[in-house]
């Protein structure tokens, strides 16, 4: 690393790996660009929240001590992709070439990933447990070569549909491979990844932390305090339908009823947890190549009010999926590689704030599970002073 | 009372004012109808939060035991006042005729009210302190003619332009006559009411609870839930911008500058707290008398994600006003005189969920003021054993 | 007709049927009951077009020679179900018990209709051929026993499914019993009706005008005006999308997808014919009971302005398609019996302003389509000399 | 004109000047460079009626014939002002390099300009008459310098308080220099201009055309379908509110009560045009930094279905000011160009499309206007051999 002077990384502070599974989709590329943009001074921690107050001296790897890899099936490298994002206004112009030397960085360090969703081996003629082996040498091969601290294996790749026979999706297998290289993991997406009833005693066998899934970004993050404030008024909601627009590859992937499918499941939990019953209503999400990375949603919610009066809230949200992501990607990254650190194992319900289908039992309006976090970040803090990665 | 048969009060359980500043309003009419017809089970107790499980057993009076009667400046009796508003669709058809012995009986109530705002005694020549005598002399009265353990004066009348002199505006009046009478004060409107500096020394001997001010009903309800979540993700909210759109009396007396300038006030305020600054935009209150008692609330928010990612979010809300208002004026009543039987004085912090602009210090998020109103609830059950009140 | 004295009908003035498949629905009850009102002076008659002063001295029949009939397969007597609309807010309180003779006297002249969509027979032994004697017959009787000028037959029914097979669906057998009785035939649904190619040959040789079809209420119709202003200024629309939300018969039909799929292509035809090639996107139609019989719309348009700049249209119409509906089916029920009487057959192209997907060549935008109906109204005004029946 | 290659323009074919007030704002700036790369074929004409197929053949300037000049009181190069415009996503990335020379060429024929509004002489001494003498020279030597076949003067300065003097805002002294230097003259905004008393004799005697006022470019273009839909389908529009959104200088010059009030009486004449009468309602014009160039517009209309049924249409409009009205710019200096050309003189009411507040008596609806504007270019193209200027 010694090539990147912009990452100013003395030997003798301890680095953490981000190992991106669709590490060069536009979540994964927003996240790395961003990282070193912040880093750097670039630009303002905007949509980070362990950047905030509340998550100082709670031992945290620092961004700049963040390496980045990965798995992905797409060659595109890391720059040229960039500059791709950079043209849809996912990213600001210039930015692709200001970090480009961490650009390249990353994209040497991402490995072949392995079978499509409802291919079996790839043609590769491995088993999905041989593909778990290859997989996991990879994560361990990047953390030796970087003389790493930890890992932490991420899964940013499109949405794949709910599996239908036993065999374990691509989803899984990284996630296998993820425990099986000792790293704790973090399922950003609806698939399926340590869900898989194969992989529960593994998941509990391996003394590690894990999180997820399918990150909180828009519409979602949205229902999950409307919902609340609806309950608390004692409003009573009759409907609440929802359509989303996008274009990018995630629109693509989500037109793909099966995909859509595990995603809606998420959106509907969050409605269901929050209002204590699931109104009437449909989510539509449609794949428009025209709004490229954008994305557009909208809420149609009526409810009655006092002596069944009828009244209706409609929202309309539009923002790039990518950038909302990404810093809740490093938000995670941080937090899961800090809890490893501090010895904490299985399902961490406490980030249940991230996601719209948390794993544990936690709360499920935005302010409980803020409140979680808080107190989660506590928890790190009390035993920050007994190792050197801090902040 | 025995006239009236659908209000079962046997004489052995106490009974409780509720004496409504503005008691022929929308507001009133809409909440003295409300509760006669959910009292009697015509309809589920939408909108109302102290009938939600954790409000059993706090020893609110029960809606059956409450009596009302008020002040106002106009003739129009409530009977035909609830059949315009179940013309313009705030009442349900039908409910007017099927509460109409509790209408008669609360506008049988209704003493004439005393100067407008900025008419300095209404032609009368009596002075200020005489008209506080007056108001107070009528509010006494209600009580012992209708045999009540108390009463709680509540503000619902249209808004008033900020004073601009000295003197007391009429808000400030009633809300004086109510504590030389012995009653707690909720001011569910922007007006000043207790907020005016000559009436400072007198809240603090009173011994009496009071809450306030400015319900909040519709859009900034929804700042006060979308605020913290921009807040709690760490999104830099840059611009955030309102129209509302209605008709009725409310929207005649907000299209006064002065009485605007009042309720924006409020508004912002949330804003300011719950973001933690105050961000760029206006917001505009037009009278469409086409709209009627409905309101149409346009809120348009521009903020930053990660790297600068400029995104929208964009709510649009339709409500009625007083469906909203009822409900919550119906709670305040109930909590504050239950506060007022167990010994509470002074400014109830604890009741900031129902207010743009709360007295005390409290949290300004709707989610923590929610837990600070369950907490409430708890003192108020603690002491529910020692008195008779109990629903 | 004697019986109803609210309709100053003198016997030397002739009156004409309106006979309506699906004579009990919404469009139609709502139609009956508004034909009423406005002829007594009730409502003043907001939406219907041909009482503007354009279409004075067209010589159309006058709303009070209107006589009113129909098929439907449901039993609820109109007045009854002029209460449930009444209820759903979609007609005025205390319209049904004002005109509700009127709705007795229609109801009387309802017949029972036939085999439902997907059903070859009804269960009744019939062959098509004897489903439409049956039909027809009910339609000559209709016009005799009423001694009526003349009537239109006006399809208001449920969307059906496109049929897969050869065989004639239930809206087509209407269709053709209509001609057969010598009535002109009006499709104001996506159904079938006189599209079939079966029907083509009877369609011409009838010497009868015919118009249709897809009612244009609200989506579309904002589509109509919009496309073309997308067109005019050289806008290159990107992508239009768009969702509706509905209760009401009118949601659960449509929640079938292949009955969806017929209002569709309705709706997308405006828009590649204005716009002249269909732009990405798609149109959901979600059934949502909580709704009734009112319609949310919401419209997203993507569009490139000067050197690819990106903007966007959102439009949201909230409506009642019934009553959207109800003063069109006057319309052209007055309109066609007029071409009738001046001898007009064959497809009313000139009537593309009612309509989604028009019979004949006409133009797609509203501004022309209301030219060319002006001009209609011109000559059939021509010949409004001719004959009795004036307003 | 030899150092600027790629503006193909042998001396054989005549050359047109289009001559801006206020070169150096945000419409000029995109309008310059905009024709360079539309001409240049790096864009598409989107946005450009006159690019469409009616227009050809009509003898318009051709794009790469225009050429640019002006004045403006501000100082910033039109290649930084287009890479500002390029920073806020209004021309895209790498324009403002790939037009620079074109950028170069026009900012050295831009001159000073005159006194602001509400400063008489601009501190200069001279008389009203002397600066319209001054402005009069500069395009006099523009056009001999350039040896232009004749040059169209477009007003594109800020909008500026009505004036409430008699005396001549800037707006009509720059009016009346392009008529004083026998030039056409455009008022793309609601600026006085030529609409001043005092300027009529010299309209009428100066033989020239002319054409305005204040470009139709979002909200106000949306009204001019919206409002004719709703007559012709005889809906009662009982309010038409709206807020506008807008950064940009155009956002603080109508926080300017005065100008705003300039700019919302041509808003409120297309309803009052299309609609047969003004509806209630307001239009509030919000000054919002942070929205740099792009402006969203809200738009809320309560109409009266059948039997008074209330109905809603929302419209958001979310666009870049200066996009759309670039293209409408070179449109109307092709357009007026050539009607000189063909000897034209006095209001030219034929392009009523282009306008809010259109000089003499023309269509209000836009179709008509649209109309009308096609029969105009027909008027065009009559004329078309007898000259050299082609496309």
Redesign the interface.
Known sequence: MSAEPSLPTPSSSPRFGVWLIGARGSVAT?AI??CA?VAAGL???????T??PDFTSCGLPALSSLVFGGHDTVDCPLPKRAEHLADG?????G?PSAVHAELVAADREIRPGGPLPGDTDGGSGRTQDEWIDVFAADIRDFVRRQGLAGAVVVNVASTEPAPTDGTLPPSSLYAAAALRAGCPYVNFTPSTGLHHPALAPLAESSGLPYAGRDGKTGQT??RS??G??FR?????V??W?G?N?LGGGDGAALADPAAAAAKNAGKERVLADTLGAAP???V?I?D????GDWK?A?D?I?F??????R??????????DS??A??LVLDLARLVARAHDRGLSGPLSELG?YFKDPVGDGPS????Q?AELRRFAGRLRDGADDRGAQR
Do not use: K, N
């Open positions: 927003t660009a961003g943009a630009h303002p921690p905007a949509g980070m929240v950047e905030t206004g996912v990213l600001p112009h930015l993050l949205l305090v409307l609340p404030m608390q008024r004692a409003l009573a009759r409907a339908s359509t627009l009437e209503g449909e539509h449609d428009v190549p025209a709004l557009t909208w149609h009526a009655d009010g006092f002596l069944g009066s009244m209706i809230l409609q929202t309309i949200w539009q923002g790039c950038a909302l990404a810093p704030f309006s935005l302010a409980e803020y």
